[in-house]
């Protein structure tokens, strides 16, 4: 069967420096937590600072069950990340480009490349499928908001990943007024999965229900 | 209130109607992220940033995990122990707890 692809492209200006917006796209944990709506587990089966390949169980628009997907996640170049979606015994085949691009101010745009391979007789459907990309990509955009910003906060504050902010752990330490330093992500992401496993599988699980049923992202973070 | 030598700030931070709807509220102040909630009869407050990755511990209900009361981070489900701040999920990581007083109806602070 001759096959094509649906395709769409959206994109967001962020006021975020580049390397904390891929902080939040390389933390493949937390779309458990963050997108509890549409992911229940994710499984990170090989990671290093360029790939990751990980098992997800989404839950796309209009289907009533969890589809497991397996997904490959490439940093192309610093500025762009490629990420190969396959799903239902690989008759799914989903690819997505996400370009970083990052202007003097250190805020930086996104757009997302979406390719969904399809028979080519089904190809009229593109006008709908990008409705349905852009609302999801607009969805997503909304859900991880509260979580830059409140990482933003808290690395202008001082913070460092598995210490906390030196000034609220220890009541003697006097607050750094002038801390002005740029945000850098360093890949992989340590992942609190594979630190406590210790284990060739990492998999990890959403444990409660609802992930902001009291309030989570008003008004301060 | 000093700690060992240094002047602690009296801050109010809500009141005990804050804690009338989720028995938890969160609030910052001067650039502590504070989570008040009841334990029990009593009232406690620890700071609202996970150490693992500066997520929210609060907004979840306390849910007894090993015997323990816990909370749980947002982001990435790290579990702290609300008696003691200490992680359950990962060693080495606690949460400060923050000494409180309650005057008539208004809940007060300590902070650096």
Redo the contacts between chains.
């Keep these: 069967m001759s096959k094509t692809f649906l395709k769409s492209v959206s994109s967001a200006n962020s006021k975020f420096p580049k390397d904390l917006l891929i902080w939040n796209y390389w933390?493949h944990?937390?779309i458990?937590?963050?997108h509890f709506e549409h992911y229940k587990k994710v499984n990170i089966l090989y990671e290093d600072n360029k790939v990751c390949f990980s098992e997800r169980w989404a839950k796309l628009a209009f289907m009533p069950f969890y589809l497991k997907t397996t997904d490959l996640c490439v940093m192309t170049n610093e500025n762009q990340m490629d990420v190969f979606h396959y799903a239902f015994f690989n008759l799914i085949f989903c690819k997505q480009i996400f370009i970083f691009e990052e202007n003097a101010n250190k805020e930086c745009k996104v757009t997302r490349h979406t390719h969904l391979q399809i028979p080519r007789f089904i190809k009229f459907l593109e006008p709908l499928f990008d409705k349905i990309m852009q609302k999801w990509w607009i969805d997503v955009w909304e859900e991880d908001m509260p979580?830059r910003e409140?990482?933003l906060k808290?690395?202008k504050?001082g913070?460092q990943?598995?210490?906390?902010?030196n000034?609220?752990?220890n009541?003697?330490?006097v607050?750094n007024k002038s801390l002005n330093r740029n945000y850098k992500v360093n890949l992989p992401i340590p992942k609190?999965t594979h630190?406590?496993n210790k284990s060739s599988e990492k998999t990890?699980i959403?444990?409660?229900k609802k992930?902001?049923?009291?309030?989570?992202g008003l008004p301060?973070? | 209130m000093f700690?060992?030598g240094?002047k602690?700030l009296k801050e109010k931070i809500g009141s005990l109607k804050d804690l009338s709807k989720?028995n938890?509220f969160s609030?910052?102040i001067h650039?502590?992220d504070i989570l008040v909630y009841k334990n029990g009869d009593k009232i406690e407050a620890v700071?609202n940033?996970?150490?693992?990755?500066?997520?929210?511990i609060?907004?979840?209900?306390i849910k007894i995990v090993n015997q323990k009361p816990v909370f749980?981070c947002?982001?990435?489900?790290?579990q702290f122990c609300i008696n003691s701040g200490e992680c359950t999920?990962?060693s080495?990581?606690?949460l400060?707890k923050y000494n409180i007083e309650v005057e008539d109806k208004d809940i007060f602070v300590y902070?650096?």
């Design positions: 933390d944990e937390h458990v937590g963050t979580m409140r990482r808290v690395w504050l913070f990943d598995f210490k906390g902010i000034y609220i752990n009541p003697k330490v607050k609190i630190i406590k990890f959403r444990i409660i992930s902001k049923h009291i309030g989570y301060d973070l | 700690y060992s240094f602690m989720n938890q609030r910052w650039d502590h700071s940033i996970c150490p693992h990755f500066g997520g929210p609060g907004y979840h209900d749980t947002l982001w990435h489900n790290l999920t990962h080495n990581l606690v400060r902070i650096n």
